[in-house]
């Protein structure tokens, strides 16, 4: 006999699966030297073999066959193309490439290298492929776990989410010729991270971001160095620092003439979030904060999206093209170098830009929207459709906005209507909140809106104060209340009105939505704010999904993979104030949980390890409180966004099934 969760997780089952499997999505566009052909990765989700393939396109027809190919990279004469791949005989190693594209001729393998392959330039000169890697310590030669020498841990941020140890694997600039001759020669060798690889003009040097300095685990500031690129051990000796090591700078980019260098960053040690800028500095400049030119002050947005990041593109010696939020939009923007002039955007309506690139007079984009996963567009007109079949039947949504409580601004909220919508029906309502909490939920599109409407619920999603897409204002709402530079209301505060104002408007304003079967879910900042909600909902919510959460404040700061850095959320030190710290940890209200909960938490999450969920769990279960606590193995912080296919599913399901429970008509 079938149960009713039977059909629940049958038709649940069938529905993640349908939002899964064999979803197709496009990204890495690159534009060949005359702007002719533009080139792509397309990824692929296949759940039988339980992987993402991606592999190279050039103008809509695959040009490679691997199962993970990426980072299509064209020489300076456009008639070749580098990209990386997994092609080497162990599993974990990262291999380069290079096919011809103007002439017939068989794929080269120019290296290999053990752990990683990433930011790929090829140098003006054409002669030589430049990368960031890993460099691995003796330890990982060992094979076996119990002969690895102990780790002696000195620095702060050691192991990273998705990355596990990185302190005895830094991240360097690696340089190989591009015809295959030669081994990969290491400029940056040493315990120093690196990212971000952007050649001279002339091919003599390359700009890359990075922590040099003996302060920087505890300043956390990140800097743009220039690395000569010779022909002997003096690269290493003569690597100059821009920037002062009194901001974070990244993702740089030397313009045309080689005499300016643009970046991403911000120049505020003490204080996250900011909406990070384009900014300039000379390419001759010697740590001097004087330097920097912020291009895009013009425009209080964050020019460092939640949805795709690139280096900004240089259009002439005078100007680049870079993307930034905008209340749940992301767009293209022509910013001029000196400031003189607000950016301008090159793209608009309700769609999220995820990727650009920029050559000989032609633009492409990536673009993505609500309805549609990400594909390319060349001078604004899509070009690849790779995604058209599989997007079949998805669901739009409807903006609106909210007024705060305080009167003082309104807040960007979404709405979807659930599948097979009837006006005058009567429906239950998910409320979505997102993490970060400096992220934004907007226009693009968004697998778990799409699920939970395919169930029959009403999804509804906001971007409360504290978050992006914003003035600075805006996102810096909710620092701590002693923060030095700009205090707030602390975590659970503002944001916690804002939240409460989305679903009250909601409930007056669209009367098919059941204002007694509504529950509310979310990841990371946002299994906070679920935890902390269910303590203080006053009656609102018949249940809570708390995800990947900071539950505890205080022992987030001591076990998180970046413990020390919430300072510049939270305003003080954890030792020094750590009634600061429990005053806003929802951990502190656990008595006052009176909704069932719903705890997922994966087992390898550094960011919000899964003792955050441990200690809810425990406490709650001590209290007798209804709870199902659920943990995914092999999985990280980023579980719902790129774990394995069939775990998502599973995730899905599970979240699916225990709404449809919970909030089920009485």
């Known amino acids: 006999m079938t149960s009713i969760d039977d059909r629940f997780s049958e038709r649940h089952h069938a529905i993640a699966v349908r939002m899964i499997d064999q979803r197709t999505w496009v990204s890495d566009v690159a534009l060949s030297p005359d702007g002719h052909r533009v080139a792509f990765v397309v990824s692929t989700i296949d759940l039988e073999s339980n992987t993402t393939t991606s592999r190279v396109w050039i103008d809509g027809t695959p040009i490679t066959a691997g199962d993970h190919d990426s980072q299509p990279t064209w020489s300076p004469d456009g008639r070749s193309m580098a990209f990386t791949s997994t092609r080497g005989a162990e599993k974990s190693a990262s291999t380069l490439h290079v096919i011809p594209i103007a002439q017939p001729g068989e794929t080269r393998t120019v290296c290999t290298m053990p752990d990683g392959l990433g930011d790929l330039a090829w140098s003006p000169d054409g002669t030589t492929l430049a990368f960031t890697s890993r460099t691995r310590h003796a330890r990982y030669s060992l094979d076996d776990v119990a002969r690895q020498p102990p780790r002696k841990i000195e620095r702060f941020f050691a192991r990273l989410n998705d990355e596990d140890w990185i302190f005895d694997r830094p991240q360097h600039v690696y340089?190989?010729?591009?015809?295959?001759?030669?081994?990969?020669?290491?400029?940056?060798?040493?315990?120093?991270?690196?990212?971000?690889?952007?050649?001279?003009?002339?091919?003599?040097?390359?700009?890359?971001?990075?922590?040099?300095?003996?302060?920087?685990?505890?300043?956390?500031?990140?800097?743009?160095?220039?690395?000569?690129?010779?022909?002997?051990?003096?690269?290493?000796?003569?690597?100059?620092?821009?920037?002062?090591?009194?901001?974070?700078?990244?993702?740089?980019?030397?313009?045309?003439?080689?005499?300016?260098?643009?970046?991403?960053?911000?120049?505020?040690?003490?204080?996250?979030?900011?909406?990070?800028?384009?900014?300039v500095i000379p390419f001759d400049a010697r740590s001097t904060e004087a330097d920097i030119t912020w291009a895009s002050s013009g425009l209080d947005r964050a020019f460092f999206p939640t949805e795709g990041v690139r280096a900004p593109v240089w259009r002439d010696d005078i100007s680049v093209f870079a993307t930034a939020e905008d209340c749940g939009e992301t767009h293209l923007f022509h910013v001029f170098i000196d400031g003189s002039q607000p950016p301008e955007p090159l793209s608009d309506g309700a769609l999220v830009v995820t990727g650009f690139d920029a050559a000989a007079g032609a633009i492409a984009t990536i673009r993505s929207c609500v309805d549609h996963p990400a594909e390319v567009y060349l001078e604004g007109v899509r070009v690849s459709r790779v995604a058209d079949r599989w997007a079949t039947g998805l669901l739009p949504w409807e903006k609106f906005e909210v007024p705060t409580t305080d009167g003082t601004d309104v807040i960007d909220a979404w709405i979807m209507r659930p599948a097979d919508f009837d006006e005058h029906g009567s429906y239950p309502v998910l409320l979505d909140v997102h993490g970060g909490p400096f992220t934004q939920y907007g226009e693009g599109f968004f697998d778990e809106a799409q699920m939970q409407a395919a169930a029959g619920f009403v999804v509804v999603m906001g971007n409360p104060r504290g978050g992006s897409g914003r003035h600075t204002e805006w996102g810096q709402a909710i620092l701590g209340p002693k923060h030095p530079v700009s205090p707030g209301s602390g975590w659970g505060g503002l944001d916690a009105d804002d939240v409460l104002a989305i679903i009250d408007t909601v409930l007056?304003?669209?009367?098919?939505?059941?204002?007694?079967?509504?529950?509310?879910?979310?990841?990371?900042?946002?299994?906070?704010?679920?935890?902390?909600?269910?303590?203080?909902?006053?009656?609102?919510f018949r249940g809570f999904c708390s995800e990947r959460a900071v539950n505890n404040l205080l022992s987030e700061e001591w076990s998180s993979d970046i413990a020390t850095a919430f300072r510049t959320e939270h305003g003080t030190v954890h030792i020094d104030d750590p009634a600061r710290y429990e005053e806003h940890s929802p951990i502190r209200d656990v008595r006052d949980i009176d909704r069932p909960m719903l705890l997922i938490h994966s087992e390898e999450d550094y960011r919000c390890p899964i003792i955050q969920a441990e200690e809810l769990w425990i406490a709650l279960k001590l209290l007798d409180k209804p709870v199902d606590f659920y943990r995914f193995p092999g999985e990280n912080h980023e579980l719902s966004r790129s774990g394995s296919p069939v775990h998502r599913v599973q995730r899905a399901v599970i979240i699916l099934d225990w709404f449809a429970d919970k909030l089920a008509p009485r």
């Open 175 to 279: 340089v190989v010729a591009a015809d295959g001759t030669g081994r990969p020669r290491n400029l940056t060798p040493g315990e120093f991270q690196h990212s971000g690889v952007s050649w001279a003009p002339d091919s003599t040097a390359i700009v890359t971001s990075a922590q040099r300095h003996a302060t920087w685990d505890s300043d956390l500031a990140h800097d743009l160095y220039v690395v000569p690129v010779n022909d002997d051990d003096r690269s290493v000796e003569e690597i100059r620092c821009l920037t002062a090591h009194d901001g974070t700078y990244s993702h740089p980019s030397v313009s045309p003439d080689g005499t300016q260098v643009a970046f991403l960053g911000y120049g505020d040690l003490r204080t996250f979030p900011q909406n990070t800028a384009v900014g």
């Open 508 to 540: 007056d304003r669209f009367t098919f939505c059941d204002r007694d079967r509504v529950g509310m879910l979310g990841g990371s900042y946002g299994g906070y704010m679920a935890t902390w909600l269910a303590a203080n909902h006053d009656g609102r």
